[in-house]
């Protein structure tokens, strides 16, 4: 069974730094992107970028460009999204997927990371 | 980058109604594109993907059809776990874009 299990849920302030996790198993960690997609409160879906754990090809939306690291543990078939200073704006749920290479959509997708930024 | 665009952003519809949503695409992406369902509190769904393929394990109830710029997406027939808000998402070689999305409520 393919699962992709987020970390939890995390409370950090501004400037503080955070790396949240997609750990997947049921298939080949190193055959499928993994991308990531943002929602904000109460908002729609944001593409933010995606990684092929094979070889860590990696492309960011242009949004996201410097924002944000994404990047894997091929090891422990592990992606994940990382910042280096959390702003109040970064405050959203977070979501990991697969999308099968050579193939254009998302057809699993880990049960999310609500990241909530705070002073 | 390619932009999408949802009509309607919301819709009110019944249970046993046939509704229709549409996305249009700011330049032509062929069949390049998918829907997805959210339901409150939940991660997306594929329900279609490649503008036209039910994805698999997913009720025939949904259907969606287009090419080019211009697509939709139907349900049948609404049933009680259809109210959702629904999304298209395009890839163009990995510039990837949601549309806002359709809220579909209960009347």
């Known amino acids: 069974e393919v699962q992709l299990v987020q970390s939890e849920a995390e409370v950090k302030k501004p400037e503080e730094s955070l790396k949240i996790s997609c750990e997947v198993s049921?298939?080949?960690?190193?055959?499928?992107?993994i991308g990531w997609v943002r929602q904000m409160p109460g908002k729609g879906l944001e593409w933010m970028g995606i990684v092929y754990p094979g070889d860590s090809d990696t492309r960011y939306s242009p949004s996201f460009q410097g924002q944000v690291t994404i990047s894997v543990d091929k090891s422990i078939s592990t992606a994940y999204l990382q910042w280096n200073s959390l702003k109040a704006s970064d405050t959203a749920m977070y979501y990991c997927?697969?999308?099968?290479?050579?193939?254009?959509?998302?057809?699993?997708w880990g049960q999310g990371t609500l990241v909530t930024v705070s002073s | 980058d390619i932009q999408m665009t949802q009509s309607p952003s919301s819709l009110s519809a019944s249970v046993g109604d046939r509704v229709t949503i549409t996305c249009q695409a700011s330049?032509?992406?062929?069949?390049?594109l998918n829907w997805y369902q959210q339901k409150p509190g939940k991660a997306p769904k594929l329900l279609i993907y490649?503008?036209?393929n039910l994805e698999t394990g997913v009720s025939s109830r949904f259907s969606g059809s287009g090419s080019g710029t211009d697509f939709s997406f139907t349900i049948s027939s609404l049933q009680p776990e259809d109210f959702a808000t629904y999304y298209c998402q395009q890839d163009d070689n990995f510039l990837i874009t949601f549309g806002p999305g359709t809220r579909l409520e209960i009347k």
């Open positions: 490649a503008a036209s």
């Open positions: 049921g298939y080949i960690f190193t055959a499928f992107w």
């Open positions: 997927a697969r999308r099968p290479e050579g193939l254009n959509y998302f057809d699993y």
């Open positions: 330049q032509d992406i062929r069949k390049s």
